[in-house]
């Protein structure tokens, strides 16, 4: 048996490869079973009227011997199984899928063989998290490893903490094809998903049916998916499931998915309760506690981004906050992990914070610092600060250098008025030469998130007294998804215009 190694992880490279090579066309046969990297072989692609191709971690090669034809796909499909409603289908007993492309009338025009495998200490850098009994969310791109993980879960639970564990299996990617499961799955037992719009129903019923301690999905992608993972996670079982985006923020400003992270409501304040919380009247807020109390972003597959509290780091995006995961990665074998550093967590004391000041008076500005013995230097470049301070008028009209600082992540503060009694309480947040944010600091009370929503509804209140079209200033695609959703909750439609750093939200009177 030959052993691999990658990014110091071992694993078994007896993944019946043979199995999934057999099915190709004899010339694609010939051409893997020859090549150095046989045993890494990710995926094989078989196009109609293109030569076929093969592709490996570090490269993607064509394989010059002819095109492929019907015969080639008509000869592979008769030997797996039949293909379900997502166009998946597998080998039995194998973790390999196969995945076809159809043309308008159904005719297979294009087939992707993904290799799979079971690759063992895939979770070492999580492993604390997934025993801890806490439910977890894997979120990175297709092809990051994150259904490989969760097969390595399933198994560590299933064998070493010796929980009872359910995977629902919608396209057999976890436990492979067939009746029969992949035995990389451990001890835990397999539900089989007859079609995609029913994983939903299989997981409610693996609660009620099979008493399970631990529930295993895979791309979890729908509002009735979330609500069912919700009701499940009431029900005290643990949830580790999957979905297909990059961070935390992508999660938040997807509707389908926003509810698994404690999802969002916009918030009307009364005159009384905003001049208390020291913030605008309108707000975002998150609406009740995550699903998911800890978030794993792959970075790669061997490197992760961890947000152990999850309603936290929602209430701080909400506030405009630019937050940062806990980074773990495995280095000769041990676990290495560099601890986030958040605005919350505050700055190293004996660090400056550069700030660039738009629209206010450099000089006046640096010799209230002094005087305050606020560890702050003013810079003069945006694009190096840690803070863009401006004022209300300033930010309205959309300078190049806010939009800028806005796309660069760069923490934006806005006060009402450029005086000096304004900038005093700016500074008194850092004076002493340590950064004090509480939860009514700058960042919530003056965050670009809301102002944006502050905008929002007053254009919604322009279409409402007869406005037919309200053009809103150009924000970033986090904010954009906020106008959108903020003005679809009232009835108003609304659209994106513009490239770049000018694209922007237009409201319109629906007729």
């Known amino acids: 048996m030959v052993q691999h190694s990658i990014n110091n992880i071992e694993f078994d490279s007896e993944n019946d490869l043979d ?233 938040l400003t997807n509707p389908t998915l926003s509810d698994l992270v404690g999802g969002t409501q916009t918030v009307t304040l009364g005159d009384i309760e905003a001049k208390r919380r020291k913030t605008q009247k309108t707000i975002l807020e998150r609406k009740h506690d995550p699903t998911f109390p800890i978030v794993v972003e792959i970075v790669d597959r061997n490197t992760v981004s961890v947000h152990k509290d999850v309603g936290k780091r929602v209430d701080e995006i909400l506030r405009g906050k630019k937050i940062n995961g806990e980074i773990r990665w495995i280095e000769k074998g041990e676990l290495k992990v560099k601890k986030s550093q958040n605005y919350t967590n505050g700055e190293n004391n004996n660090s400056m914070i550069k700030l660039y000041p738009f629209g206010i008076s450099k000089g006046s500005l640096e010799a209230l610092i002094k005087d305050s013995g606020a560890s702050i230097k003013v810079i003069d470049n945006e694009s190096n600060a840690k803070i863009f301070l401006t004022t209300k008028s300033h930010y309205a009209r959309k300078p190049k250098a806010l939009k800028n600082a806005q796309n660069l992540g760069i923490s934006v503060h806005v006060l009402r008025k450029n005086t000096k009694d304004q900038l005093k309480k700016f500074l008194e947040k850092y004076s002493g030469g340590v950064q004090k944010i509480k939860s009514s600091s700058a960042f919530e009370n003056n965050s670009s998130v809301n102002i944006a929503l502050e905008e929002v509804h007053y254009g919604i209140k322009q279409i409402f007294d007869g406005e037919h079209r309200i053009e809103l200033n150009a924000q970033n695609s986090f904010i954009r998804r906020l106008q959108h959703k903020a003005a679809t909750k009232e009835g108003i439609s609304s659209i994106s215009i513009g490239e770049g750093s000018n694209r922007r939200v237009v409201l319109e009177k629906v007729l």
């Open 19 to 251: 199995e999934l090579i057999s099915i190709l066309p004899i010339r694609v046969q010939d051409y893997i079973n020859t090549h150095r990297d046989k045993e890494h072989l990710v995926e094989i692609i078989l196009d109609l009227g293109k030569p076929p191709e093969v592709r490996f971690p570090n490269s993607q090669e064509t394989i010059g011997e002819g095109e492929v034809n019907h015969v080639d796909l008509q000869s592979l499909i008769s030997r797996i199984s039949e293909f379900g409603d997502d166009n998946r289908a597998g080998i039995e007993r194998t973790l390999h899928r196969i995945s076809v492309i159809r043309n308008r009338k159904g005719t297979p025009v294009g087939i992707t063989c993904r290799v799979g495998r079971a690759i063992e200490g895939t979770i070492q850098n999580i492993q604390d998290l997934v025993m801890s009994g806490e439910s977890v969310l894997l979120l990175g791109k297709p092809g990051v490893g994150k259904t490989t993980m969760l097969r390595e879960v399933a198994r560590v639970l299933s064998e070493t903490a010796n929980k009872r564990v359910v995977i629902v299996d919608t396209s057999n990617e976890i436990a492979g094809d067939g009746d029969v499961p992949h035995s990389a799955i451990g001890k835990s037992r397999r539900m089989q998903v007859p079609s995609t719009a029913l994983q939903h129903q299989i997981m409610i019923e693996a609660v009620e049916n099979h008493m399970p301690e631990v529930i295993i999905i895979d791309e979890m992608s729908t509002e009735s998916e979330s609500l069912a993972a919700r009701t499940i996670a009431e029900r005290g079982v643990q949830l580790i499931a999957t979905a297909h985006a990059n961070n935390l923020e992508n999660v």
